[in-house]
């Protein structure tokens, strides 16, 4: 998933790897109101900042609030006399990763990036089997059947049932990233209703 954001900004310095203290002092004064002159006053709070190596990284939920960041950054860099090579990014649900966006993919590159995206809206079917309780069987196909319809696929269900338990199977069809989807949902709520059914067995008649 996502790190702080929908959108990412990747700066590689041009910094000796091991002056990590370069880039923390960096990061503070990105968050000082008195960050570089006729630059933003500082990066805002719903934008996250960290370093790896010679890496800087920020993370926002908009295009618009990477901007404003990145120009403080970019101010900042260039009021220290440090060179960077500038990557923005976003994040893709259909192919499960950050694809970038600036500057624009080209060659090899943008075309392993259209084959992930291909390979993501693949119609397949999948069969998901969770293990319910049976007071609260239903509470989650009806559950389940909401998810999968909401997320445009098709969804058989068939129950296994035991003594006090059912095993439900989900056959589902659509799109891989969609069904990737759908089985997360599905295992979140498997361990939800585990929960529940332990509390409706042990609450008081």
């Not at 996250?48 to 295009?63: E, I, K, Q, S």
């Not at 068939?158 to 969609?178: C, D, I, M, N, Y």
Request: aromatic share 4%.
């Amino acid at each position: 998933m996502s790190s702080g954001g929908d959108w990412r900004l990747r700066a590689a310095l041009e910094v000796a790897r091991e002056k990590g203290r370069t880039l923390d002092t960096l990061i503070r004064r990105l968050r000082s109101p008195e960050a570089v002159t006729d630059a933003p006053p500082a990066v805002a709070d719903d934008v996250v900042l960290t370093h790896d190596g010679n890496l800087l990284f920020a993370y926002a939920p908009t295009r618009p609030a990477l901007d404003v960041a990145r120009a403080a950054i970019e101010a900042t860099l260039r009021a220290d006399g440090i060179a960077a090579c500038v990557y923005v990014s976003h994040w893709d649900d259909r192919v499960d990763e950050w694809v970038q966006v600036e500057p624009a993919l080209a060659g090899e590159a943008r075309r392993a990036a259209q084959a992930r995206e291909r390979d993501a809206e693949k119609l397949e079917s999948r069969t998901l089997v969770a293990v319910v309780g049976k007071l609260i069987r239903a509470e989650l196909e009806q559950t389940m059947r909401d998810g999968a319809e909401k997320l445009g696929l098709e969804c058989e269900i068939h129950e296994h049932p035991h003594l006090l338990s059912s095993q439900v199977a989900f056959t589902v069809s659509g799109p891989r990233r969609k069904l990737d989807e759908f089985a997360e949902d599905l295992r979140r709520e498997e361990i939800l209703t585990m929960r529940a059914q332990r509390q409706l067995m042990l609450s008081p008649l």
